[in-house]
């Protein structure tokens, strides 16, 4: 079965300074992994995925991920924290089955950005 | 362009009385699925559509049920809520059902038990 392990419940860094959201993996076979972010009472937004491309992946709003299959990781990273990128995010693996996919969600990782 | 929309954007009902929450998309997406998510916590799938193809989780209570008259359009009804069942809801579309598909979420409709 997959499973998705977010290490950190909250990151907080001060605004321009780098962003590291942790995240590991379980899976018997090749994963999707996803990264979404949800503002404040707000939908879930796509910001990345890896489908067995590239393993590092660029998204959206400067953000990038990296795969490393030998650590079971896909850890989010930005170079320069904005107050807009406070929010709460989601390490997500898909789960592919006869009956279609599922996403197994973390347990996310609220980052806060401070002035 | 909203693209998913969920109505109402609050919802308040009374401990037992029936309540329906709506989604509709512009996407013609195939697949439409309702997630639960309470305070805190990840985001919980309850059940999804593949075109009219109803497809339920296997925790999902039966107090929750689910209409899609076309494809268009998805319903969540809840029969007798509960103060358990105070939560966020988001539906979501995706194209298909591959592992690798991108899901588009509405705003999603908080829901408060009195």
């Known amino acids: 079965a997959q499973s998705v392990t977010q290490l950190d419940s909250h990151v907080s860094v001060s605004e321009g300074t780098p962003v590291l959201l942790r995240c590991n993996y379980s899976s018997s076979y090749s994963p999707s992994l996803f990264w979404y972010v949800q503002h404040p009472n707000k939908g879930l937004q796509l910001l990345l995925k890896y489908t067995s491309a590239a393993t590092l992946v660029k998204g959206i709003n400067g953000f990038e991920a990296e795969f490393k299959k030998s650590e079971t990781s896909f850890h989010l990273t930005k170079p320069s924290a904005h107050m807009s990128d406070a929010a709460e995010y989601f390490c997500?693996?898909?789960?592919?089955?006869?009956?279609?996919?599922?996403?197994?969600f973390g347990q996310g990782t609220e980052l806060s950005v401070k002035p | 362009d909203a693209m998913v929309i969920q109505n109402p954007r609050y919802q308040v009902t009374q401990f037992g009385k029936p309540v329906t929450l709506s989604c509709s998309q512009t996407?013609?997406?195939?697949?439409m699925y309702w997630y639960q998510q309470k305070s805190s916590q990840a985001p919980k799938l309850l059940f999804h559509?593949?075109?009219?193809?109803?497809?339920n989780e296997a925790d999902t209570p039966d107090n929750f049920q689910s209409r899609r008259p076309n494809t268009s359009f998805c319903f969540l009804d809840i029969r007798s809520p509960g103060l358990g069942d105070a939560a966020m809801y988001l539906c979501a579309t995706s194209r298909g059902r591959a592992a690798n598909e991108k899901l588009f979420f509405g705003s999603g409709t908080q829901l408060s038990v009195l």
């Open positions: 996407l013609n997406h195939n697949v």
């Open positions: 559509y593949y075109d009219k193809d109803f497809n």
């Open positions: 997500v693996v898909s789960e592919s089955y006869n009956q279609g996919g599922k996403l197994i």
